[in-house]
């Protein structure tokens, strides 16, 4: 989960929601996707495969740029 605006989590269901979380947490933080990029060390390439939701992207990496804006997973268990 990643948190929303008003800073309680949001579910994710899928790695295009997550891209789009991404994406909107770099653009309320004024950066470009090669701005994160060297923040997070990483290539613009990879952010935007991150921000358009593309599955194959590394976690390692997508952990970095999380970090870098603010922004942590939280795991939840669901009953069965």
């Keep these: 989960m990643l948190p929303s605006r008003t800073?309680?989590?949001?579910?994710?269901?899928?790695?295009?929601?997550?891209?789009?979380?991404v994406r909107q947490a770099r653009k309320a933080?004024?950066?470009t996707q090669s701005g994160l990029a060297g923040l997070a060390g990483t290539g613009p390439r990879f952010i935007g495969d991150l921000e358009r939701g593309k599955p194959g992207v590394e976690f390692?990496?997508?952990?970095?740029v999380l970090a870098v804006l603010g922004l942590r997973l939280l795991l939840a268990g669901e009953a069965t």
Excluded: E, I, M, Y
């Design 60 to 64: 390692g990496k997508v952990l970095d």
């Design 7 to 21: 800073g309680s989590p949001l579910p994710l269901s899928d790695t295009v929601a997550l891209g789009r979380a």
């Design 29 to 31: 933080n004024g950066l």
